[in-house]
């Protein structure tokens, strides 16, 4: 294997258990087996699965999905912050580094409440990170809020720009807050954002915060925008916008150690 990783795909089936009144709501399966034989065929090594919004809190089949392959996945889970301590306990041990707050179409002043200011505590003490799906205003408040602890940032999609990603407030912020936070940047799902010029944008991340801060994911099924990709187009795209030898270390060396592969 190439030891390649690819640091973002949903897994979910008919099976499981789904949110209340999810936002969006797949009407197909996109088993585990389905995106192993994904990895064999394009020969990647490892994989981290995320939680994806509409299931939810319902973690189950991604900790059956963990636990089936724990040399080859690792996850990021949905969680309640009332969600206890061995509950928390039980997710690490099947390959649960993180957490994954997916807030699109919601307000910062919800994360502000006892509740989640005690769950980025505890979250701290077991040194998960906090990846954030969220995207201009609402991503940069929640970036100050969680400046309040010392935590792993990794941020979905490159910040989701938009309009000129070169000058996107997001942008500015993950090239100039390094020195008070910890940012990893997803360099992944272009389509999810109302921008282009991922090239450009992906050559300023490099010159300020280095590949040991960039990863690869292939957002893979490309929930609501199935039709615009593919994992061919996938790796296509990271080889286009990040340069040898800067390549080797997104793909490989940085999401290797920050998911813990070869430990």
């Keep these: 294997m190439s030891k390649i990783v ?14 209340d009144n999810p936002r ?22 490892c994989g981290v699965l995320v939680q994806p919004s509409f299931l939810g809190t319902h973690n189950e089949y991604l900790m059956e999905c963990l636990r089936r ?31 994954r707050l997916n807030w699109i179409g919601r307000t910062v002043s919800e994360l502000q409440t006892t509740g989640w200011t005690d769950l980025f505590t505890r979250l701290e003490s077991r040194r998960w990170h906090v990846e954030i799906q969220a995207e201009g205003r609402i991503l940069l408040d929640i970036l100050d809020l969680l400046a309040s602890w010392e ?19 997001v942008i500015e912020r993950l090239c100039t807050g390094t020195a008070t936070q910890r940012y990893w940047v997803k360099c992944s799902a272009p389509y999810r954002s109302q921008s282009d010029g991922f090239s450009d944008v992906c050559k300023r991340l ?9 990863m690869w994911g292939s957002d893979w099924p490309w929930t609501e925008h199935e039709h615009l990709y593919s994992y061919e187009r996938a790796l296509h795209d990271i ?5 040898q030898p800067e390549l080797e270390q997104v793909i490989r060396e940085t999401p290797r150690q920050f998911y813990g592969f070869d430990t």
């Design 69 to 99: 392959h724990p040399d080859r996945l690792r996850g990021v889970a949905v969680i309640d912050p009332q969600v206890s301590d061995d509950s928390l306990e039980d997710m690490e041990s099947a390959g649960i580094r993180g957490t």
């Design 24 to 45: 969006h709501r797949p009407r197909y399966e996109a088993p585990l087996a389905t995106y192993l034989d994904l990895l064999d065929h394009w020969g990647i090594d």
């Design 206 to 214: 490099l010159e300020s915060l280095g590949p040991q801060r960039l």
């Design 151 to 169: 935590l792993d940032l990794v941020i979905d999609h490159f910040g989701r720009p938009q309009a000129n990603a070169w000058r996107d407030p």
């Design 239 to 243: 080889e286009q916008w990040i340069p």
């Design 6 to 19: 690819d640091t973002h795909a949903h897994v979910f089936t008919d099976r499981c258990r789904f949110a």
